[in-house]
């Protein structure tokens, strides 16, 4: 297959992100990328679709980069993400200028589904919901000179607040084993990167799923023993949530950044 240019826009969140990464760590060898989407054949837009200017915000993108089509070298506009796995159905009738539509579970198949739209011209829309696993795989950092990257410790959410729709989109509440993130951690510092900051819808949390107990202050302890980190700084900390023991950890680890960010709605 003729190796073609991808471009990837990632909207949303920093959790958003780090899917957007694993999806070019997938597509690296076999596709070339480019940052500019001008220049893409393919182009992929990763949703969100959290709050109602965020809805707009990747409509208004998907229609932006459709106009690539016409007027550069477009030949496959793919949406995936918060918004199609929330709206996939809707999509597939109100934007015809989308070619494939992929839910968050559907990263995986990607390779296939572009090689099959390319011979076929058929539109595909895979939005199957499992409220398992976790996006993981080799990243290609997006986050400035690759010394800064974030470090995802869960996925979804079951918090259940009255204005957030996550744990419809993502799932219940599911932490990533402790030695998965300190390996990714390991690879990341021997690439380079100095800080990670550590994100999770809640990251308080961490660990009730796996261990029995919030292990953020465990994490914290063993991420400060990688050689090559000098920062690490901790995201979306819900403050019920917080405990004698992380406040602590917080307060003594000289290398997590001395500031509290809280999501207070």
Not at 61 to 83: Q, R, S, V
Not at 125 to 140: F, K, P, Q, T
Not at 148 to 171: D, Q, V, W
Request: aromatic share 8%; glycine share 8%.
């Amino acid at each position: 297959m003729e190796k073609y240019k991808l471009g990837l826009v990632s909207l949303g969140c920093d959790k958003n992100r780090v899917d957007s990464e694993i999806m070019l760590g997938m597509l690296k060898n076999t596709y070339e990328i480019t940052e500019e989407p001008k220049e893409a054949d393919i182009i992929i837009v990763n949703t969100c679709g959290f709050i109602e200017s965020s809805k707009q915000e990747s409509i208004d993108t998907i229609l932006e980069m459709a106009e690539y089509k016409k007027d550069h070298n477009c030949k496959l506009l793919m949406a995936t993400g918060c918004l199609t796995q929330r709206y996939g159905e809707e999509l597939l009738k109100l934007m015809p200028e989308l070619d494939i539509i992929l839910g968050v579970n559907n990263y995986g198949f990607l390779d296939q589904y572009v090689e099959k739209f390319i011979k076929t011209r058929e539109r595909i829309m895979a939005v199957d919901y499992l409220d398992s696993g976790i996006n993981e795989g080799e990243r290609i950092l997006t986050t400035g000179f690759g010394q800064t990257a974030y470090l995802r410790i869960s996925e979804g959410c079951s918090n259940h607040c009255t204005y957030c729709i996550i744990p419809k989109i993502r799932g219940t509440y599911r932490s990533r084993p402790m030695e998965k993130i300190l390996e990714e951690a390991k690879t990341l510092a021997k690439g380079g990167v100095q800080e990670v900051i550590v994100v999770a819808q809640d990251t308080t949390r961490y660990g009730t799923d796996l261990y029995g107990k919030k292990a953020l202050p465990e994490l914290l302890r063993k991420l400060k023993e990688i050689e090559g980190i000098k920062w690490i700084r901790v995201l979306y900390l819900y403050p019920e949530e917080f405990t004698e023991e992380l406040i602590e950890e917080l307060k003594t680890n000289e290398k997590v950044v001395k500031y509290l960010d809280l999501p207070i709605q």
